[in-house]
C-alpha cells in the first residue's frame, strides 16, 4: 500500500506540474522550489499522507540519488561542446577546485567555531554542503550546446566537476571521524588512493570511453546506412552504466567518469561533423517516433545538404539529450518532493545561520579571492558567487555518508543541518534565479 501512495503522490506532483507549467514559466520560481512545498503540503507538516524514515531507507535513497546524479551529469557533459583547451574552461576548474576548497574550509571553520561542532563533523558537512548540483541548476546552466556564455559554461563545468572532486573529502571527512583525528597512517593513503589516483582516473576512464563509444557507433552507422533507426537510449544507459562501472572497478570516482564520457562523447560529435560551428543536434532532428518510420521521413526540415554523418550524429545527440534530461526532470521531481515531506522532521534552526554564511560569505569570498582576469566580469563573478545552488548531489552524499560509517549523535546533526540548508537553497535561490538572469541577459543584450 505504501508503495501505491508514493507511487500516486508522484503522479499528482507530475500532473500539477504539468498542468501549471505555462503559469510557473512567468512567475519567479523553479519547478525544485515547488516540488519542495508540495512535498511540505502532504508530509506532516501539511495532510501527513506520507512519512520517510531517513536512516532507515538510507541504503535504497543512496542508490536513488546516486542514479539522479548520473544522469544529470551525463547530460551536462554532452552539452559543453568547447574544446578542452579552450581558455572559458579555466572558470569550470577554478569553480569545481580551488572554490570549492575554500568553501568546504570556510563551512568547516563556521561550524566549528561558531556553533562547536567537532572538527570531523564539521568536515563532514562543510564538504557534503560544497559541491553545487547539477540536477537543481538547470535555469543557470548553459542552454544548449552552442551556448559559451562564460557564466553559465563556468557554473555548468563546475556542477559537473565538483560533484566528483567533492567526492575524497567527504570520504575524509568520514575518515577523520573514524580516527579520532589523525592519528595513524591513513591520512597519506587517503591522498595517493582518493586525490592522487581516483579523480585522474575516473576523469581519463570517462572520456576516452566516451570518445571511443561515440567514433565507433557513428562509423558503424554509416556502414550499415543506419542513421535514424537505432535506439540511442540504449546507448545513453550502456555509456552511463559502463563508465560509471569501468572506474569504480578501479578505484576511481564514477561521477566524474560519467561526466567524462558525455564530454567525450560530444568531442567525437565535434570531430566527426568536421568541427561544425553549430552541433548536430541542431543541424539534423528526427521526427517523434523515427525509430519506426522511413528514414527519409525520420527527420524535420530539408536536411539534403547536410552530410551522412552529420544526419547520424545529429540523431544520436538529439536523442540522448532528450532522453537523460526526461529522467534527470523526473527524478529532481521525486526527490525534491521527499526533501520536503521530511524537512519538518529534521529541521535545524541552525541552518538559517549556515546558509545565511554560505551564501552570502563564504561562496562570495571563494569566487573574488580567484585571479580570474578577463575570463569573468564583475557583474558575471557576482553572479557565480551567488548561483551556487545545493541540491540531490549534497542528499547522495549524506546518504553514502549515513550507510558508510556516519552514527550516532553525529548524524543527526549532519543529517538535520545538511538537509535544512539543501531546503533553504532550494527555495532561495528558486526565488532569486529566474529574476537575476532575466537582469543579467538584458545587461549583456545591451552590451552587445
Sequence with gaps: ??????LAVLGAVLLILALTSSYLRWMPVTTSAVCLLLGVAIGPLGVDLLHLDVKGSARWMEHLTEVAVLFSLFVSGLKLRLPLRHRTW?????????????????????????????????L??????????????GLVQVNNAQDYDPLRFGLSG?????DGTAFPFVIFGLMF??????DGDWFGGWVLKNLMW???AGLLIGYWMGRGIGRVTLRMRLINADSTSSPNDY???????LAYVSAEAVGGYGFLSVFAAGLGLRQAEFKSTGYAQTPAEHLAQPVVGHLEIEPEQALHGDVSQLQDTQIAAGVMMGDMLAFGSLVERSMEVFLVTVLGIVLVSHWDWRALAVAALLFCVIRPVSVFAMPWGSLMDRRQRSLVSWFGIRGIGSIYYLF?????????????????LTLSVIALSVMVHGLSTQPMLVWYERRAAQKN
Design 1 to 6: 500500500m505504501t508503495f501505491i501512495l508514493w
Design 90 to 122: 579555466r572558470i569550470a576548474f577554478g569553480m569545481a577546485g580551488p572554490v570549492m576548497l575554500l568553501t568546504i574550509l570556510g563551512t568547516c571553520l563556521a561550524l566549528h567555531y561558531l556553533f562547536e561542532l567537532s572538527w570531523g563533523v564539521s
Design 124 to 137: 563532514l558537512v562543510g564538504a557534503m554542503l560544497a559541491p553545487t548540483d547539477p540536477v537543481l541548476a
Design 158 to 162: 563546475e556542477a559537473g566537476l565538483n
Design 177 to 182: 571521524m573514524q580516527h579520532g583525528g589523525f
Design 198 to 200: 581516483a579523480v585522474p
Design 235 to 241: 546507448l545513453t544507459l550502456a555509456l552511463i552504466a
Design 400 to 416: 553514502y555518508a549515513l550507510n558508510h560509517g556516519l552514527i550516532g549523535t553525529s548524524s543527526t546533526v549532519a543529517v538535520n
